[in-house]
């Protein structure tokens, strides 16, 4: 296990990752509101998400993830009431392309993605321990928690709660309440909308209770990293953390990490302008998946990230280098004795990347080491410099970066863009060589299971003393 340092947005700086249970990470992170398709602002944070969790596994710890759905939400109960269906019937199909999306991009699945709809239980339980401290409040129905009541409030945001004014109104306001600052536990339900009992009468619980409810009933009371966008400090954040921790009386979260913002051509993101685009809006246009996810990564979290196509093509480009490099090796020869430069430069690269991932993240450079990877062993091949088991150790290489940046192995990602015609003739023989490559592994599984993907789309490799060679039936 690596030591890691993460920027911890409560102290806005850089602290050492220390687990509450060494090597192990409870990680946190706020999931989608299924009241319609996530845009790619949402991805650039989920993708973000599975990247800090990759690293942290590649770093060696064992991470349990939580993304809660939000389905229980002012928007959706709207939407769902004026649709005349329930609940469940509205959110389905946005909970259905919400996981489709995560598949196309090779986001890996937490442990735990559980949905507000489930816990209402345990969120008016946690709304009963702050009313029995006398921080909460009943008004006409609702619960309100007192934010004068709670000395800490405003830490996570560094916000002046004085310049709040008096009077002002917030945007999800609709319910009477002491002070303007004061937020809402447990909504009171209005007249023929779904709600659930309460010993306050029927309602439903506020955003950011759930979100406090269901990070600690999976995490427990004081977990490692939660994580959001910037958009979520202040006040998602702010109250989860005000709410868990007079319920608790103990510290809630160890490190909060925030994604920025995603820019469209350089602006923001609005419904007015027309750029919030849906995963399947720039699969239509032609984008390919894989360089999304790589373009996704390859600007650092805390920096904002501007999405433009060019951008993509740049991806899909680079992506072409490391993919050159590797069937340039696959099918080179280790003739070059003792003096190969390999063996130094993957042990640089590995360190390099390793100390890169483990300083907050530092995805430019982490990618540095891996191009600078792809320098030397071009150089080697044309110098035909490549020792005994340089190929094997360079392809191990990769596999461990992929592990992290998920689109170095171009096989994992052929045939996800086919079309009618099936695959092309590049995918089939990155196919090919990746099978070539676990033979020589004697990784037979693997290599059946490639033989196996392409006699599903009819074509069959045969074996011959040259090599293999492939054909479509
Ligand atoms: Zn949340």
Known sequence: MS????????????????????????????????????????????????LLRRALRFLGYEVEQVMN??????????????????????????????????????????EHYPRATEHVPEMIELVEKLVATGVAYESDGSVFFRIADDPDYGRLSKLDLSEVRQGERVADDEYDKEDVRDFVLWKGAKPNEPSWDSPWGTGRPGWHLECSAMSMKYLGPEFD???GGVDNIFPHHENEIAQSETATGGRFVRLWLHAEHLLVDGRKMS?????????????????????LRYF????HYRKKLNFTLAGVEDAAHALRRIDEMRFRLTHAEESGGA????????????????????????????????????????????????????????????????????VLDPTEWAGEDETAAGLSDDQIEALVAARQEARAQKDFARSDEIRDRLAEQGIVIEDTPTGPRWKRT
């Open 3 to 50: 030591s890691a340092a993460f920027f911890n947005t409560e102290e806005r700086r850089q602290v050492p990752l220390e687990p509450r249970d060494e090597g192990r990470v409870g990680l946190y992170t706020c999931g989608p509101t299924v009241y319609n398709h996530a845009h790619i602002g949402n991805f650039r944070t989920f993708l973000f998400e599975d």
């Open 69 to 110: 759905i939000t389905d229980i939400d002012d928007k959706i109960i709207r939407a769902a009431v004026e649709g005349g269906v329930s609940l469940s019937e509205y959110t389905a199909p946005y909970i259905e392309s919400f996981f489709a999306d995560l598949d196309t991009l090779h986001i890996e699945r937490a």
């Open 225 to 227: 990293i939660h994580t």
């Open 271 to 291: 419904k007015s302008l027309g750029n919030q685009y849906t995963l399947a809006e720039l699969l239509e246009r032609g984008l390919e998946p894989r360089a």
């Open 296 to 299: 996704f990564l390859t600007t």
């Open 339 to 406: 003096d190969s430069p390999v063996p130094e430069a993957v042990e640089r690269a590995r360190a390099r990347f390793t100390a890169a991932l483990a300083d907050d993240l530092n995805t430019s450079e982490a990618l540095a080491a891996v191009f600078g990877l792809v320098k030397d062993v071009n150089i080697a091949i044309e110098e035909n410099r490549l020792g005994t088991g340089d190929t094997q150790s360079v392809l191990q290489l990769l596999t461990d970066m992929n592990r992290v940046f998920g």
